[in-house]
């Protein structure tokens, strides 16, 4: 039988926009790598009257209910109370759970306020999920045809209970093993690619196959089952071999967290190091790189050469390049990636210049116009990409130019053609 879910935010601080449900985003991708089918999200204040009429009209109509929030240790944290009583269940006071709060403010050096105890108090009969990202246990119970997750709702704390305790709980409510594969497109839009696979989607049954746009991005998710785990995985194997044949090098990886984390992989991987001048990105491209725990071993640095003065300053653009072409153009952008390299001795060196926005420059280049450029032991490539979106997606796309270039460089491990 196919589960169907309902996720149920809960917190005024959502609801008043002060802060975005990631929570939710998250445990919606999760859940449909699982097979699991997401019909409702549903977002309610720290109010226990309106919580409890929405969690009787979840438990009408999903018979999974995953609820976020509302699981601490101050007064308007009354998820476990109130889900309680909609489903007949007393709570009861968990000891082991008690000393594992307590402990956590014992490592923590920090003194135990007597309400961290409110957190101890479970559903009777629930399964306790332990909490090893902060003080709130979470829980589940099966109750009225309904199976129910409490999560807390920092997604510090959120993300991994959910893969470490709640994913565990929900394979085992499912005959036999589903398994889920991501292929990860860069350079294409997701109209782009439903269009190329629109009969083939709708054709398959077990692999079904659906594609998910990302900023800037696009996702193809593979999801199979069958008996084991290693039959799902061979059901995937060739449609995953046909999709890399069609798109090629689109697909910058499988299962990945983000393009950075395949461009530093493949920098450490070859021992190379890499640096970034940026102009209209205004450092997005080193941010992206700098999140990365072990970024030090091979990005070298960055400059921010916002203006004409200190792209000649810094990088050595020669002012007669910036005159006759503009900032925004390919010979300056190559200038700014061989400057770069000279600076920071790095093997590789990424540079973007471009027109984010909201107005054309002053020379006329439209919104959108950014030029990338990689400078490598081989030489330098220049590609020219047109943008749309607003300011932030332009930046954000560029920098993800930026990215990509850098590595189908460390793929084939030689640069690309220039292209206009």
């Known amino acids: 039988m196919a589960h169907t879910a309902e996720i149920l935010s809960v917190g005024t601080e959502l609801l008043l926009g002060s802060i975005v449900n990631s929570d939710a985003q998250m445990i919606s991708r999760e859940l449909s790598a699982l097979g699991i089918n997401v019909y409702w999200h549903t977002v309610v204040g720290d109010n226990p009257g309106r919580l409890e009429q929405a969690v009787n009209a979840a438990k009408g109509r999903a018979d999974i209910l995953i609820t976020t929030g509302g699981l601490g240790p101050t007064c308007d944290d009354l998820t476990k109370q109130t889900l309680a009583r909609c489903f007949g269940l007393e709570l009861e006071f968990d000891g082991r759970s008690m000393e594992r709060i307590e402990d956590y403010f014992r490592r923590m050096d920090r003194p135990m306020t007597e309400n961290n105890r409110q957190q101890a108090w479970l559903p009777r009969g629930c399964t306790v999920f332990d909490n090893d990202w902060g003080t709130a246990p979470g829980c589940a119970f099966q109750a009225e045809g309904v199976h129910v997750l409490m999560l807390p709702g920092p997604p510090s704390e959120c993300l991994p209970m959910f893969r470490a305790r709640a994913v565990p709980y929900l394979r085992a409510l499912s005959e036999g093993a589903i398994v889920s594969r991501t292929l990860h497109l860069f350079g294409t839009g997701e109209s782009m690619v439903e269009a190329q696979l629109r009969e083939r989607m ?41 999709l890399r044949r069609q798109f090629g090098p689109l697909i910058y990886g499988a299962d990945v967290d983000s393009l950075e984390q395949v461009v530093l992989h493949g920098l450490l991987e070859r021992g190379l190091t890499l640096s970034c001048a940026e102009s209209c990105t205004g450092g997005l491209t080193a941010k992206r790189i700098t999140d990365l725990p072990g970024a030090s071993k091979a990005f070298r640095g960055g400059v921010v050469s916002y203006t004409d003065g200190v792209k000649a300053a810094a990088l050595g653009v020669p002012e007669a390049l910036l005159r006759e072409h503009g900032a925004v153009s390919a010979p300056v952008a190559a200038a700014m990636a061989e400057g770069m390299r000279r600076l920071t001795g790095s093997d590789l060196a990424v540079s973007t210049t471009g027109v984010a926005g909201p107005d054309p420059d002053d020379r006329g280049n439209p919104v959108g116009l950014v030029f990338v450029a990689l400078a490598g032991p081989d030489g330098t490539v220049v590609k020219e990409r047109h943008l749309g979106g607003t300011r932030a997606r332009v ?18 491990n030689s640069l690309p053609p220039a292209e206009g």
């Open 202 to 242: 709708n054709a398959m049954t077990n692999p079904t196959l659906a594609p998910y746009a990302k900023e800037g991005e696009v996702e193809l998710r593979i999801t199979a089952k069958a008996a084991t785990q290693e039959e799902a995985a061979a059901l995937i194997a060739p449609v995953e071999a046909d």
């Open 395 to 412: 930046r954000t796309t560029a920098a993800s130019c930026a990215l990509d270039l850098v590595r189908r460089w460390l793929e084939g």
